[in-house]
């Protein structure tokens, strides 16, 4: 009998993208983002996003490190999403080439 891990906190939306359960526009690949490419902490995470809390940030790195392949394969998808988007703009705000070398440097 195989034992299925739960994470509080933590649901799967129809799409079966991961997000919080209490606040479900904050994913589990924008934890894991900032994780990755600035390599925060759990803590660093919850004094960049304090409305977030401890436990769910805890759950959101335990969900990420037991389904990292999913997760990253989510985070290179907006990746490459955000790069066409950059690419098939005429106009090329600051804002939204910053956005990108951040997701490149996340990936």
Do not use: F
């Amino acid at each position: 009998m195989e034992a299925v891990a739960q994470y509080p906190h933590i649901s799967r939306l129809s799409s079966g993208t991961a997000c919080l359960e209490r606040l479900p526009r904050v994913r589990v690949a924008q934890i894991a983002m900032d994780h990755i490419a600035h390599g925060w902490t759990a803590e660093d995470i919850l004094r960049q996003h304090d409305y977030l809390l401890p436990a769910e940030i805890h759950a959101a790195l335990a969900y990420y490190y037991d389904n990292r392949e999913q997760i990253d394969r989510e985070i290179e998808s907006e990746t490459e999403q955000a790069e066409q988007e950059l690419k098939s703009s005429k106009s090329q705000p600051l804002a939204s080439r910053l956005a990108i070398l951040r997701l490149r440097s996340a990936a």
